[in-house]
């Protein structure tokens, strides 16, 4: 009887250790998320931070946020950023569109607000992989954005 619980243990052993290499090959095939990539919410909140920070300085655009309250815009804007990257939030205000209609906001205030993420991005040396991707992500936004 000894061979057979040897045997039995040597099958087991081998279901579980295939089992591991399997779940590690995956692991290295999945990549993380966007979100996961940049830190998790944390970094977001303080990009977010620094960045509103920036363009309320920003003597090229921040005569269009003149009349914002900065809490809740700041959140809305972790939140899309957080779900645009794949992260767990969900966004609830309004789409791109609805929320800078009527503005008049240009191509050039569209550059100068892109300027200064960068400025934040490089400030907290986010890698230029993820870099390029949340600036793909936000890259395609101007179409709805941009209305001058
Ligand atoms: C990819 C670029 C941009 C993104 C992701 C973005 C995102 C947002 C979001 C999430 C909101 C809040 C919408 C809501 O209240 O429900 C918002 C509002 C607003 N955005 Fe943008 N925006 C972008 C570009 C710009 C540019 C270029 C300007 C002008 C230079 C601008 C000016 C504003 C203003 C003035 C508001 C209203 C803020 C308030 O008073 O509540 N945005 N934007």
Redesign the pocket.
């Known amino acids: 009887m000894q061979w057979k619980r040897r045997l039995v243990i040597g099958v087991l052993s081998l279901v579980a250790l295939s089992g591991c290499a399997t779940t590690g090959e995956q692991m290295a095939m999945q990549e993380k998320s966007l979100y996961d990539r940049l830190g998790g919410k944390p970094a977001i909140t303080a990009v977010v931070d620094d960045f509103v920070a920036r363009?309320a300085a920003d003597r090229?655009?921040n005569r269009?946020?003149a009349?914002?309250?900065v809490p809740?815009?700041k959140a809305?804007?972790v939140?899309?950023?957080c779900e645009?990257s794949g992260g767990p939030c969900k966004?609830?205000?309004?789409?791109?569109k609805?929320?800078?209609a009527g503005?008049g906001?240009?191509n050039a205030?569209?550059?100068?607000?892109?300027e200064d993420?960068v400025t934040t991005l490089d400030k907290f040396k986010v890698p230029a992989k993820e870099k390029g991707e949340l600036l793909g992500v936000?890259?395609p936004?101007?179409k709805d954005?941009?209305s001058k």
């Open positions: 363009v090229r655009i269009f946020f009349n914002t309250d809740p815009f809305k804007l939140d899309q950023i645009a966004y609830t205000g309004k789409d791109m609805t929320a800078h503005m906001v240009a205030d569209f550059d100068a607000l892109v993420l936000l890259g936004m101007r954005i941009v």
